[in-house]
């Protein structure tokens, strides 16, 4: 039974207080689903075009708004050069543009810093784990190349969880790109490695616990990551799964990201399960 009939059911009174009473309930059951919608129905309700929206980053992660943004100490990403060095690196939030054509989206671009006015319609704020979902659901519908675009936006959503989706991401060889699963498997190997070192669903933690005695078994890590054919996996997994340093183990897990190995998969997901 839905509101409306129930409601027309246990009315009293006159007819012209039963049809108030409708009136009333009608108008609420309007007003309700606009509250109710999720992301992904309001874009699709727009139709094919240019959409914006943002959400709550990751603390410590920054932007120009434009042309680049960081996470971490290093890790810079878009174009990033000497000119822009002195552009301030401004915290969130995370601006996305996503465009729609057939009604799939065939274009996801990704924007960190003081909020710009951009060709589409503006959504304005949504909840960083809304957002997350919604763009992880693009990657994982791997219909173009904006599934890899996605991804990375998920990942800056401020608290989410999107590790069980980058996982499902990764496993999936039979509908999503090489290079679909190849990003899902890098941010796997961030997250396990952020486990490792007390930081759980932290992709971006730095580890401060640097050595001279650390950079040089990094290096050597590295070597074993430039083995052809894949030789060095059995090795690096060793590293990553027992060696005392967690600077060490974390450099290891972030070369098994880039192997594409099933072995590293499955280190990954035993970390992050446990």
Not at 34 to 51: I, Y
Not at 69 to 90: D, K, L, Q
Not at 213 to 220: E, G, I, P, Q, T
Request: proline share 4%; glycine share 8%.
């Amino acid at each position: 039974m839905t509101l409306r009939e129930a409601v027309i059911r246990r009315a009293s009174g006159s007819p012209l207080q039963r049809m108030l009473i409708l009136m009333l309930v009608m108008m609420v059951v309007a007003v309700l689903p606009a509250h109710a919608q999720t992301l992904a129905s309001r874009v699709a309700r727009l139709g094919d075009g240019a959409v914006t929206f943002h959400f709550a980053s990751r603390p410590g992660v920054c932007g120009d708004g434009e042309h680049f943004f960081r996470t971490g100490r290093h890790s810079y990403y878009g174009t990033f050069s000497e000119e822009y060095r002195e552009r301030a690196c401004v915290e969130g939030p995370v601006q996305v543009r996503i465009t729609t054509r057939d009604a799939e989206v065939t274009r996801v671009q990704t924007y960190v810093g003081a909020l710009r006015s951009r060709d589409g319609t503006d959504l304005g704020v949504v909840s960083a784990a809304e957002a997350a979902s919604y763009l992880l659901g693009i990657a994982q519908r791997g219909r173009s190349n904006a599934s890899e675009k996605a991804i990375l936006g998920a990942v800056l959503a401020d608290s989410a969880t999107v590790w069980p989706g980058l996982l499902a991401i990764a496993k999936d060889d039979e509908n999503l790109t090489k290079g679909t699963r190849q990003d899902a498997m890098f941010w796997l190997s961030r997250y396990a490695s952020a486990a490792i070192a007390g930081h759980p669903n932290d992709p971006f933690s730095d580890d401060e616990s640097d050595s001279p005695d650390d950079d040089l078994k990094r290096h050597a890590v590295f070597v074993l990551s430039q083995l052809p054919h894949g030789d060095g996996v059995s090795e690096l997994l060793k590293v990553a799964r027992s060696n005392v340093s967690t600077s060490v183990r974390s450099q290891a897990f972030f070369w098994l990201g880039q192997s594409g190995d099933p072995r590293a998969l499955a280190l990954f997901e035993s970390v992050l399960k446990s």
